[in-house]
Nanobody, 123 residues
Framework: QVQLKEYGGGSVQAGGSLTLSCVLFDQPISRYSMGWFRQAPGKEREGVAVMSSTGSTSYLDSVEGRFTISRNTDKNELTLQMNSLKREDTAMYYC?????????????????WGQGTQVTVSS
């Protein structure tokens, strides 16, 4: 069973920054498409940023230019750097992985999920 765990959630002021990390256990991260997803109360879970196993990236329109997804293969770690945070970024953020070679922004296409980490942005 593939396991993931997120780190780095917290509370920040609008305009601030936060970095989320996700460790993939027992499997090389380079063999998986990886993604960050979020879900706010009353809303559907949505893709925030995805990186395919080959390194291609996709972003949710509302975060593009503010968020950056990256991976460190030595640490088997996925990172989401979030800058210029807004109140509407408040959500539970999840890390997900899938063995497919093409990353997508659809949550239902990802097989393995972390437990989530809360991000709260206030103003």
């Amino acid at each position: 069973q593939v396991q993931l765990k997120e780190y780095g959630g917290g509370s920040v002021q609008a305009g601030g920054s936060l970095t989320l990390s996700c460790v993939l256990f027992d499997q090389p991260i380079s063999r998986y498409s990886m993604g960050w997803f979020r879900q706010a109360p009353g809303k559907e879970r949505e893709g925030v940023a995805v990186m395919s196993s080959t390194g291609s990236t996709s972003y949710l329109d509302s975060v593009e230019g503010r968020f950056t997804i990256s991976r460190n293969t030595d640490k088997n770690e996925l990172t989401l750097q979030m800058n210029s945070l807004k109140r509407e970024d408040t959500a539970m953020y999840y890390c997900a992985a899938d063995p497919s070679t093409i990353g997508t922004m659809k949550p239902s296409w990802f097989s393995y999920w972390g437990q989530g980490t809360q991000v709260t942005v206030s103003s």
